[in-house]
């Protein structure tokens, strides 16, 4: 259950409603209905840190040069790191469907050392989880993920990173619960 009073969009006010409605039109939006689910149930409550985050949130998901498939590698790390049920569950589906192995997908929720095939996949969770674990880029790590992806990108992956921390974190905080199409990938 969330710690947040049910809130219904017909009750929204209107600074809330322009969030809902700048997430409803954004890539995320396109072809379905939000509601008020995961994070963005709980910046709606806060249209000023909503507008911020769900407009920093498109870009960093939807208009950075990484492939989707290092995205959600990085995206569920971060969920598994936070045991942020509801991000790990959306997103465990989305790496899934933009070609991460189940078995990856697996390990990385059981907190495993997955077995990659490609060597840029594996060091995406490699810096990932390096930089969650110490709060900081090894020099043979960065020298490593700026060769390989070019400074932009690493920015690019770094913010991603950053971004889903904060995603993770609210969604602990406020104890956003599971829609009922979700599986608890973090059963306590």
């Given at each position: 259950?969330?710690?947040?009073?049910?809130?219904?969009?017909?009750?929204?006010?209107?600074?809330?409603?322009?969030?809902?409605?700048?997430?409803?039109?954004?890539?995320?939006?396109?072809?379905?209905?939000?509601?008020?689910?995961?994070?963005?149930?709980?910046?709606?409550?806060?249209?000023?840190?909503?507008?911020?985050?769900?407009?920093?949130?498109?870009?960093?998901?939807?208009?950075?040069?990484?492939?989707?498939?290092?995205?959600?590698?990085?995206?569920?790390?971060?969920?598994?790191?936070?045991?942020?049920?509801?991000?790990?569950?959306?997103?465990?589906?989305?790496?899934?469907?933009?070609?991460?192995?189940?078995?990856?997908?697996?390990?990385?929720?059981?907190?495993?050392?997955?077995?990659?095939?490609?060597?840029?996949?594996?060091?995406?969770?490699?810096?990932?989880?390096?930089?969650?674990?110490?709060?900081?880029?090894?020099?043979?790590?960065?020298?490593?993920?700026?060769?390989?992806?070019?400074?932009?990108?690493?920015?690019?992956?770094v913010s991603?990173?950053?971004?889903y921390c904060?995603?993770?974190?609210?969604?602990?905080?406020?104890?956003?619960?599971?829609?009922?199409?979700?599986?608890?990938?973090?059963?306590?």
């Open positions: 259950m969330s710690r947040l009073t049910p809130l219904e969009i017909g009750e929204l006010s209107a600074e809330q409603r322009e969030v809902y409605d700048a997430m409803q039109s954004g890539p995320r939006g396109v072809g379905r209905r939000l509601g008020l689910v995961g994070p963005f149930g709980v910046w709606v409550r806060s249209p000023k840190i909503g507008h911020a985050a769900q407009a920093f949130g498109a870009v960093a998901r939807f208009e950075t040069s990484l492939p989707e498939r290092r995205k959600e590698i990085a995206i569920c790390a971060v969920g598994a790191h936070y045991k942020a049920k509801f991000e790990f569950a959306a997103h465990a589906a989305m790496a899934v469907a933009a070609g991460v192995p189940e078995a990856v997908v697996d390990a990385i929720r059981r907190g495993e050392p997955p077995r990659f095939d490609d060597a840029t996949d594996a060091l995406t969770y490699h810096l990932t989880t390096e930089l969650l674990r110490d709060h900081r880029i090894r020099d043979e790590t960065y020298a490593e993920a700026r060769d390989t992806f070019g400074e932009s990108a690493l920015i690019e992956l991603i990173i950053g971004y904060l995603v993770s974190l609210t969604l602990n905080a406020f104890e956003v619960p599971l829609t009922a199409t979700m599986h608890d990938p973090f059963p306590d």
